[in-house]
């Protein structure tokens, strides 16, 4: 059950991994996110299904190691099996045929954007997507957003690659350019939020995949819950897609907050464990 | 299946009770005094997960059999949703057959080892006991001595693994694997269906595992029974959403003919007050979650968990009882119940406010939040809670709390659990817009049948009742497989 066929590494940080799933592949649309487990002692974390191959029964993780137990899931190998994989999660990107299509990402985010912006662009949609990162290393799969998109536009914090400048910056000079009837943005809470301001002043409509803190994925413990619009939302449930400028983001930024120290301290403990074996 | 009293009394005439009853004076009988089970300290306990009642001695069991009258009209049974034989049982551990015993609890009631520890015997079976009703003695400790003719059995390694009638081929699916699920799936291989669970978490149980903590009932216990189960044949398959991974139309082509849903009411609810999304404030699902199915305090486990010194926990039910003894076993300095009625109205099982209290946990009651307030990064530091005085008794027949102006003081806490109820589980019912349900969102099943609008589909549980007990989540998938086998057989023989 669950077993890894393909690993990929796309930067140091940033891992791919090709997963036998053959239910959840059938089953899953753009948009969804699964629920990964790795050991008898791991934790529960979501993750986007990034793409999927029914024929073959498989589905495409891309995984940034950022605390210890994204480090479990990237440090698995060819042949081994994922403890627990349950999906798909969460409800569909809405497709249709909206026009000129602003699609976004940031960091990882750029892998949860992927089918959105293949689904996209095969519903007839003019899409210019850009593709944002601290630096050259971290730009990931740029020759498959190309394939879906009619633009692609990649901005590095340093300028290390494409242009310099933050995604932000590069938003405002394609809104400025052209009417555009839809945004996609995808990526960390921070720049979501400030994506969110900039196609808000172009009164564009624009959602946002949020990636908040998750337990079961399927709506019975409101870990992942914000507010939208006023109102409580759990992100596993209703979304993880909301209208970005009702999302109230800084309450967003908070609660992702909520564990940090703690996670701080295990990941350091994995880090000291690691290095002694 | 319906116990008659005929059927009761034939029972009661078999020679062996007959005996057993010679042997004692009824007069010598209610002498008697109840016995008291043995509990770990409350200052021990608190260090650990331990399960804080230890059970009964066998001659404590003995002693505690002989106080049952043996009545003629046993009405401690109409007090037990599933009708178990008491006084057979009872006098069978009278009797020192204590393997016979738990044979008649197997009967009718598929897990009695967790039946004997979780449910509100005060309020089933003890209520109706002759002792209660007639003489107004302390009743019968008929929940402590299922459980003790339970756990004889199952620590004596004999447990038997009831028969099986020979496979019929016929595949029926179990969504949710809670004491409804598993009773019924229990009771269809035993049919000799082909029986296949799908429960949508990483472990089987249900409420069981991920809900009740192991200082009341220890996940081993659930294990075993599931063990059984599968040497019964049925088959489980767990991270599997039914209506997700795979819905109904998919399994049917798959080759399930009929469906049991119990799939719970395991939806969190919150009050909707100023400043419940500041961090350190979660639900008691979320709460037990991390604790009991993620084991969230074990250091060697990846899930954290927030313990904070000043713990409110919100409600007065079984579940804010567990998250409110979790919290006190987490370390907390203060764990207090925030309840908006008095003592006398609280839900929780009375065994469990009466360990809370010896394990200091603080009851403000006639109480009730009405806005948070954090530090500047977003923790919860201060509540704001009013004072309430009961009014009128409003439609449940409680009174109804009603808040007193301008009495309104803060408290400090750093940790706060919201237990104040749970929504039936939605998944089910949105991914079939052909299922009838209630406004409430429970499905709306036949009561005798347990039949829901699609013919295929049979529901019991919290998933039709609301939240309720497990005893009657356990009925209700025994109902349920009874009637379904009905249905199959009459479908295929037409
Ligand atoms: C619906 C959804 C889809 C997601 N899809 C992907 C994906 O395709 N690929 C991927 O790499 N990640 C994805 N994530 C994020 C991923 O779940 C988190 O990175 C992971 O849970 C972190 O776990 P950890 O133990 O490794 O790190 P932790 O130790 O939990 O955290 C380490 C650091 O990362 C921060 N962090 C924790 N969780 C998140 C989060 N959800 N978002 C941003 N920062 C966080 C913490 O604040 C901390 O600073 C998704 C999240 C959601 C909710
Ligand atoms: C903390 C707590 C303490 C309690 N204490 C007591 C007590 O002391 N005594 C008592 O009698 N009762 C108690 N209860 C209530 C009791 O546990 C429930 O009434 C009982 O468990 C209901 O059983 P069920 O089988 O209907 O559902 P549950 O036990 O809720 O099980 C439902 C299962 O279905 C799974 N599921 C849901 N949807 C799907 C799907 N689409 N596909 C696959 N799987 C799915 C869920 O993950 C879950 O595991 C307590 C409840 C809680 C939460
Ligand atoms: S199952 Fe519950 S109600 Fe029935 S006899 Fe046992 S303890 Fe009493
Ligand atoms: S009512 Fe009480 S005394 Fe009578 S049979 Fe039942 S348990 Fe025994
Ligand atoms: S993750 Fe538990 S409710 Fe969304």
Redesign the interface.
Do not use: C, Q
């Given at each position: 059950m669950n077993e890894i066929i393909e690993k990929e590494f796309f930067s140091e940080n940033v891992v791919r991994l090709e997963i036998k799933a053959p239910r959840i592949a059938k089953a899953r649309r753009a948009g969804h996110f699964v629920i990964v487990k790795v050991g008898e002692t791991g934790e529960r974390i979501p993750l986007t299904i990034a793409s999927a191959n029914p024929h073959k029964g498989t589905i495409t993780l891309v995984i940034q190691r950022v605390g210890v137990s994204s480090r479990r899931i990237a440090e698995l190998n060819v042949g081994d099996e994922i403890t627990d994989l349950v999906g798909p999660l969460g409800e569909a990107t809405h497709i249709e045929n909206f026009g000129t299509v602003l699609a976004c990402g940031g960091g990882v985010g750029v892998a949860p954007l992927l089918p959105i912006v293949e689904a996209l662009k095969k519903a007839g949609n003019k899409v210019i997507t850009v593709i944002a990162a601290r630096n050259k290393d971290l730009i990931i799969l740029e020759d498959q957003i190309k394939e879906y998109s009619d633009e692609v536009i990649v901005m590095t914090d340093d300028g290390s690659y494409g242009e310099k400048g933050l995604v932000t910056d590069a938003m405002e000079k394609v809104l400025q350019r052209e009417k555009v009837d839809l945004s996609v943005v995808i990526g960390p809470a921070i720049m979501m939020k400030f994506a969110a301001l900039t196609t808000r002043k172009y009164e564009v409509p624009t959602y946002a995949s949020l990636n908040t803190i998750m337990v079961d994925g399927t709506g019975m413990c409101g870990a992942c819950r914000i507010t939208v619009g006023g109102k409580t939302k759990f992100v596993c449930i209703d979304g993880p897609e909301f209208d970005a400028h009702q999302v109230d983001f800084d309450e967003m930024l908070l609660r992702l907050g909520g564990y940090k120290e703690i996670e701080k301290q295990a990941e350091q403990e994995y880090l000291q464990t690691k290095e002694k074996k | 299946m319906a116990v008659t009293k005929e059927f009761l009394k034939a029972e009661r005439e078999q020679s062996w009770r007959v005996d057993i009853r010679g042997l004692m004076k009824n007069k010598d009988r209610t002498g008697l005094a109840r016995v008291h089970m043995g509990e770990v300290n409350p200052d021990e306990r608190i260090l650990s997960n331990i399960e804080v009642n230890k059970g009964l001695e066998a001659d404590e069991a003995v002693n505690e059999a002989r106080r049952c009258l043996d009545c003629p009209d046993p009405t401690c049974i109409s007090g037990c949703p599933v009708e178990i034989n008491i006084p057979k049982f009872i006098k069978r551990i009278e009797q020192n057959e204590f393997l016979e015993a738990a044979k008649v609890l197997k009967e009718t009631s598929a897990l009695p080892a967790v039946c004997g520890r979780v449910c509100p015997q005060e309020k089933q079976c003890e209520a109706k006991c002759f002792y209660q009703l007639k003489l107004k003695k302390e009743p019968v400790a008929i929940g402590h001595l299922e459980r003790f003719a339970a756990d004889f059995e199952r620590e004596s390694g004999k447990m038997s693994v009831p028969d099986v009638a020979a496979g019929n081929g016929i595949k029926v699916g179990v969504i949710g694997s809670g004491p409804a699920g598993l009773t019924f799936a229990g009771d269809m291989a035993k049919l000799g269906y082909d029986v296949t669970v799908f429960e949508?978490?990483?472990e089987i149980g249900g409420v069981l595992k991920y809900g009740i903590p192991e200082f009341r009932l220890p996940n081993q216990i659930v294990d075993v029974e599931i063990d059984i189960l599968r040497k019964m044949g049925v088959k489980f398959e767990?991270?599997?959403?039914v209506g997700?991974?795979?819905?109904i139309e998919d399994l049917k082509e798959e080759g399930y003919q009929a469906f049991f849903t119990g799939s719970g009411a395991?939806?969190?609810r919150?009050m909707?007050i100023p400043g419940?999304?500041?961090?350190?404030i979660?639900?008691s699902?979320?709460y037990l979650?991390?604790v009991n199915l993620?084991?969230a305090a074990?250091p060697?486990?990846?899930?954290?968990v927030?313990s904070g010194k000043n713990v409110a926990v919100i409600g007065g039910g079984n579940t804010a009882m567990d998250s409110v003894r979790t919290a006190k076993r987490l370390g907390a300095d203060r764990a207090m119940i925030i309840y908006r009625r008095s003592m006398d109205e609280m839900p929780a099982r009375v065994e469990e406010i009466k360990h809370a209290q010896e394990e200091g946990i603080e009851f403000l009651n006639l109480c009730n939040p009405v806005e948070y307030f954090a530090d500047e990064?977003?923790?919860v530091n201060r509540m704001k809670v009013q004072k309430m005085e009961l009014g009128e008794p409003d439609s449940s027949g409680r009174r109804r709390p009603v808040p007193m102006e301008g009495s309104e003081y803060d408290i400090d806490v750093d940790t706060v659990v919201v237990s104040v109820g749970v929504s039936p589980?939605?998944?089910i019912p949105n991914s079939l817009p052909q299922l009838e349900t209630t406004k409430w969102g429970t499905i709306v099943v036949d009561e005798e049948k347990l039949q829901s609008s699609i013919p295929e589909m049979f529901a019991g549980g919290d998933i039709v009742r609301g939240g309720a007990t497990v005893i009657l989540a356990m009925g209700d998938g025994r109902n349920a497989a009874a009637s379904m086998h009905t249905y199959l057989q009459e479908k295929l023989n037409s």
């Open positions: - | 949508a978490l990483h767990n991270n599997f959403i997700r991974t795979a819905n395991g939806l969190p919150f909707n419940e999304n500041y961090i350190g979660l639900s699902n979320e979650t991390r993620m084991d074990n060697k486990t990846d899930t954290p927030v990064t977003g923790r589980n939605p998944l």
